[in-house]
């Protein structure tokens, strides 16, 4: 080889080798002794084969045989032995030499090291298969379509490009059917199912779910919708029917539950005023009393009915209270009112035994409670009476003062307001009696005690 080749080779950045037919190296450059690690020298003694995996020899030598005896082209990929003793992936470019006066063909190649670009298809390839077992496997529905527009380019239907398996199964249709159909002549219905949501997506790129009802199929389905680029939409669609018939089913449950719990607590409370013929209607009144007050105090619904059914049964105690004390037409004795304070104790030893979804017991007992410790059983003050105690208090008094008893007439509702805001107003919430003022001015005060 001439002075000048050699130069030439060796400033090559790749590495660039002359074999015999047989694939012995007879030249190597820098850029090769680089890759191997190995001087000029040892390189040729070494043997160029000796660096090929066993397993790609046959294949190489063969393929140089080919080249020499037909001069086609050279071009092989093989794994080649790099310096730190692993064999990367190269592919040889070359042509074969037949100078005059060479005693048989030789091939000079051009190796390059695609070892990365390898290991990159190979990622790729793996993360393709991965996400078509993926894709093939899933429950859901998916799917991939492209917008149709008319000649304004307004979206107007849109073309199926793929779907997975789980689309026959549960649209209903055959995959072979589906593919390549607009969804209009698809499903049959004149205007393409979802397209105006469908092609917001497809335009501006912003995923979106939401829930649906299909008649035609007559299944509720939970469809979510991503666009890969636009006018292209992907959809993710899982049948959602069986929950939504459950909780169809669950609410009709729960509503019989309901009505049979709102059942049995009116029967408690009559059960109770059955007793005291006096106070008839007394819990069932200030039921809808700290109902209201609740509402203008914009109590949480789960509290307000916490509220409400507490209302309808703090008197429960008043079953263990002597009837001849509960129907004494006068005004009670010192001794016969101390009995008649212990029915919130009883009242919460009857509730406490009953699982309910609120405090019903502490409601009860502290419904007699005071803001200023004059109250009773215990004598709990300020923020250690609860909320919906404090509510119930005021609902229980207001009912109570403005209604007939045998000993009194009925109070009036100014009266009612007078002993709130002057006699007792460090008894009891000021932000309640606030709101039973609010009702006394509005009229629902009277409609409710009437």
Same mark, same amino acid.
């Given at each position: 080889?001439?002075?000048?080749? /050699?130069?030439?080779f060796?400033?090559i950045?790749?590495?660039?080798l002359?074999?015999?037919?047989?694939?012995?190296?007879e030249?190597v450059?820098?850029a090769?002794?680089?890759?191997?690690?190995?001087r000029m020298q040892d390189e040729? %003694?070494?043997?160029?084969l +000796?660096?090929?995996?066993?397993?790609?020899?046959?294949?190489?030598v063969?393929?140089?045989?080919?080249a020499?005896r037909?001069a086609?082209p050279?071009r &092989?990929e093989?794994?080649?032995?790099?310096? @730190?003793?692993?064999?990367?992936?190269v592919?040889e470019s070359?042509?074969?030499?037949? +100078?005059e006066?060479?005693?048989?063909?030789?091939?000079?190649?051009v190796c390059t090291?695609v070892t #990365?670009?390898?290991? !990159?298809?190979?990622?790729l390839?793996?993360?393709e298969?991965?996400?078509?077992s993926?894709y093939?496997? &899933?429950? $859901?529905v998916?799917?991939? /379509?492209?917008?149709?527009?008319?000649e304004?380019g307004?979206p107007?239907?849109?073309?199926?490009?793929?779907?997975?398996?789980? !689309?026959e199964?549960?649209?209903g249709?055959?995959?072979?059917?589906?593919?390549?159909s607009?969804?209009?002549?698809?499903?049959?219905t004149? @205007?393409?199912?979802?397209?105006s949501?469908?092609?917001q997506v497809?335009?501006?790129?912003?995923s !979106?779910a939401?829930?649906?009802?299909y008649?035609?199929l007559r299944?509720?389905?939970r469809?979510?919708v991503f666009?890969p680029e /636009? @006018?292209t939409f992907a959809t993710?669609?899982?049948d959602?029917?069986?929950?939504?018939?459950? %909780?169809?089913?669950?609410?009709?449950?729960?509503?019989?539950?309901r009505?049979?719990?709102?059942s049995?607590?009116t029967?408690f409370?009559?059960?109770?005023e059955k007793r005291d013929?006096?106070t008839?209607?007394?819990?069932r009144r200030?039921a809808?009393?700290a109902?209201?007050i609740?509402a203008?105090?914009?109590? #949480? #619904?789960?509290t307000?009915?916490?509220?409400r059914?507490?209302?309808?049964?703090?008197?429960?105690?008043n079953v %263990?209270?002597p009837s001849q004390i509960l129907?004494?037409p006068g005004?009670l004795?010192?001794?016969?009112f101390e009995i008649?304070?212990?029915?919130?104790?009883?009242g919460?030893?009857?509730l406490s035994?009953?699982?309910?979804?609120?405090?019903?017991a $502490?409601?009860?007992?502290?419904h007699?409670e005071?803001l200023?410790?004059?109250?009773?059983?215990?004598?709990l003050?300020?923020?250690?009476?609860?909320r919906e105690?404090?509510?119930l208090?005021?609902?229980?008094?207001? $009912?109570a003062m403005?209604?007939?008893r045998?000993?009194?007439?009925?109070h009036d509702? #100014?009266t009612? &307001?007078?002993?709130f805001r002057?006699?007792?107003r460090d008894?009891?919430d000021p932000?309640v009696v606030?709101?039973?003022g609010?009702?006394r001015?509005?009229?629902?005060l009277a409609?409710i005690l009437?």
């Amino acid at each position: 080889m001439s002075p000048e080749f /050699h130069y030439a080779f060796d400033n090559i950045p790749l590495p660039v080798l002359i074999l015999d037919a047989k694939g012995h190296c007879e030249f190597v450059n820098r850029a090769r002794l680089d890759f191997t690690g190995r001087r000029m020298q040892d390189e040729l %003694e070494w043997g160029w084969l +000796e660096d090929v995996h066993p397993e790609d020899r046959a294949t190489y030598v063969n393929s140089c045989r080919i080249a020499c005896r037909t001069a086609a082209p050279v071009r &092989m990929e093989y794994r080649l032995r790099y310096r @730190d003793g692993s064999y990367r992936s190269v592919l040889e470019s070359g042509r074969v030499l037949d +100078e005059e006066g060479d005693p048989e063909p030789r091939i000079l190649g051009v190796c390059t090291d695609v070892t #990365d670009v390898r290991n !990159f298809m190979e990622a790729l390839t793996n993360s393709e298969r991965r996400f078509r077992s993926l894709y093939e496997c &899933m429950s $859901e529905v998916v799917a991939l /379509h492209r917008l149709i527009r008319d000649e304004r380019g307004v979206p107007v239907d849109y073309r199926i490009l793929d779907v997975n398996p789980a !689309f026959e199964r549960i649209i209903g249709f055959p995959r072979s059917r589906a593919i390549g159909s607009t969804a209009s002549d698809l499903y049959g219905t004149g @205007d393409a199912p979802y397209i105006s949501v469908y092609a917001q997506v497809a335009e501006t790129g912003q995923s !979106f779910a939401f829930d649906t009802y299909y008649p035609p199929l007559r299944k509720h389905f939970r469809i979510s919708v991503f666009s890969p680029e /636009h @006018d292209t939409f992907a959809t993710v669609t899982s049948d959602i029917t069986p929950w939504k018939e459950a %909780e169809v089913r669950l609410a009709e449950n729960y509503a019989r539950l309901r009505g049979l719990f709102d059942s049995i607590v009116t029967a408690f409370s009559c059960i109770v005023e059955k007793r005291d013929p006096y106070t008839g209607g007394h819990q069932r009144r200030s039921a809808a009393l700290a109902e209201a007050i609740a509402a203008l105090l914009r109590v #949480d #619904d789960d509290t307000k009915e916490s509220i409400r059914i507490a209302a309808l049964l703090h008197d429960i105690g008043n079953v %263990e209270i002597p009837s001849q004390i509960l129907n004494k037409p006068g005004p009670l004795s010192e001794a016969e009112f101390e009995i008649v304070k212990t029915h919130p104790t009883a009242g919460f030893e009857i509730l406490s035994g009953i699982e309910f979804p609120w405090p019903l017991a $502490e409601i009860v007992l502290q419904h007699h409670e005071r803001l200023d410790g004059s109250g009773y059983p215990t004598g709990l003050s300020g923020d250690s009476i609860r909320r919906e105690a404090k509510i119930l208090a005021v609902a229980d008094v207001a $009912e109570a003062m403005a209604s007939h008893r045998p000993y009194r007439p009925a109070h009036d509702l #100014d009266t009612v &307001m007078r002993y709130f805001r002057e006699t007792a107003r460090d008894a009891f919430d000021p932000a309640v009696v606030s709101a039973l003022g609010e009702l006394r001015d509005n009229g629902l005060l009277a409609r409710i005690l009437a």
